[in-house]
């Protein structure tokens, strides 16, 4: 295709960039249009960055399903109490006007990296001269989530609180009506990082609303905390035998019963009685990359080069939980995210002006400091590991300061 046919490909676009075969543009003269679709970790620094020094004759859109983002790693401690609802959420309107960034709140449903289209659910195509992807993932097994109601989804994280919240109050309801004697039954699906600091805030929350109920964690997997030391992990199963949170591992939630008594149905046909279950299982990817058409690993993410650019010839780059590299494993894990963020925001601002690309390197091991829900943390770096209350003091300070960049 030649120059002009690639800008006649999409006459709406905003600018006139040129992609050459080894996927570096050549200069460009015109307005331009950058889009970040997704609200993820990477993509609010870029934000950020935007308001100090903005892209010369750029134009940037922040593209989100809603106008507050979520920081994951304070969600628990919220839903355990030891923080207020709105110290995790980040005001995406306020962000984006303070840094002179146009905000679209609205869903992508699929994307054109040829035409340089972005079709929305509720509005007008979007058109871009460069896209970033940054949206993360869905649970595995969400189908599950949405068609039973007595499973509530961690994603998105950011309505997840008044959802659980909802569903928390008609039990309370039913609870009152006809209570019954050995309390209500709680699960919480997913023995990760996640699923396990959850599985102790919601006990503690079900505690301070004066529910007597029990809570149970489970997994197909065979491992706890899989990732972690040995020594993380023995602290966390001996708070679960403290607080009377059982753990059932090996056994895969296929299905529920949301007839007469509710329960989960495991994967060997065994019926586990439940009134409520979050839903915190492994990354899967969005249902929506279905329609975006790039190129995907076995797995359903999108394929990414070292330099965080869709492996395709398109000006597209991919960052976070919706990446995968095809030489090397990268965690879907937030702090991967953050990570990613400079070397984005590095290669948008050479990829306008025509420049070689900075390569991203995954960062060997990470400090990882998990809410014990009562003002404590697990610190666990390199095979040590401590449950202290300076720990969480820490991982109290490290979230607040990432959150307040934003506000």
């Given at each position: 295709m030649s120059n002009d046919e690639l800008r006649m490909s999409n006459p709406d676009s905003l600018f006139d960039t040129v992609v050459m075969a080894d996927g570096v543009p050549a200069a460009v003269s015109l307005s331009r249009r950058i889009v970040l679709i997704g609200a993820g970790h990477a993509h609010l620094q870029i934000v950020e960055w935007w308001a100090k020094r903005p892209i010369p004759q750029t134009e940037l859109i922040l593209l989100s399903a809603f106008d507050r983002a979520a920081y994951s790693g304070m969600v628990p401690g919220a839903l355990a109490g030891l923080l207020a609802p709105d110290e995790f959420?980040?005001?995406?309107?306020?962000?984006?006007?303070?840094?002179?960034?146009?905000?679209?709140?609205?869903?992508?449903?699929?994307?054109?990296?040829?035409?340089?289209?972005?079709?929305?659910?509720?509005?007008?195509?979007?058109?871009?001269?460069?896209?970033?992807?940054?949206?993360?993932?869905?649970?595995?097994?969400?189908?599950?989530?949405?068609?039973?109601?007595?499973?509530?989804?961690?994603?998105?994280?950011?309505?997840?609180?008044?959802r659980l919240d909802v569903r928390l109050k008609e039990l309370e309801t039913q609870f009152t009506a006809a209570p019954v004697i050995e309390g209500l039954r709680f699960a919480v699906v997913g023995a990760g990082a996640a699923g396990a600091e959850l599985a102790l805030a919601l006990n503690r929350h079900l505690h301070d609303r004066g529910l007597p109920a029990n809570v149970t964690l489970l997994d197909g997997a065979n491992e706890l905390l899989a990732g972690h030391s040995r020594r993380a992990v023995r602290l966390v199963r001996r708070l679960f035998d403290q607080r009377g949170i059982g753990i059932e591992l090996g056994r895969r939630v296929v299905g529920c019963d949301d007839e007469g008594p509710s329960s989960l149905i495991l994967d060997d046909g065994l019926r586990w009685p439940c009134d409520l279950a979050i839903w915190a299982t492994g990354a899967a990817p969005p249902e929506v990359l279905r329609q975006f058409d790039l190129p995907k690993s076995e797995r359903g993410f999108l394929l990414v080069r070292p330099t965080l650019q869709s492996t395709a010839s398109v000006s597209v780059f991919v960052v976070g939980d919706a990446a995968d590299w095809p030489s090397q494993h990268v965690p879907k894990a937030g702090v991967y995210a953050v990570r990613q963020g400079p070397v984005l925001w590095h290669n948008l601002r050479c990829w306008m002006a025509g420049e070689p690309l900075q390569n991203y390197e995954p960062q060997r091991g990470f400090l990882s400091l998990l809410s014990c829900a009562d003002g404590t943390a697990i610190l666990d770096y390199r095979g040590f590991a401590v449950r202290s209350r300076w720990a969480w003091w820490l991982k109290l300070a490290i979230d607040r300061q990432f959150v307040q960049r934003f506000r």
């Open positions: 959420a980040i005001d995406l309107r306020r962000l984006t006007e303070r840094c002179g960034v146009r905000l679209i709140v609205d869903r992508a449903i699929r994307l054109d990296p040829v035409q340089r289209v972005i079709e929305l659910a509720h509005q007008p195509s979007l058109p871009f001269d460069v896209a970033s992807i940054n949206i993360g993932s869905a649970t595995q097994g969400e189908r599950l989530c949405q068609e039973h109601r007595m499973l509530v989804s961690v994603k998105p994280l950011a309505t997840l609180l008044p």
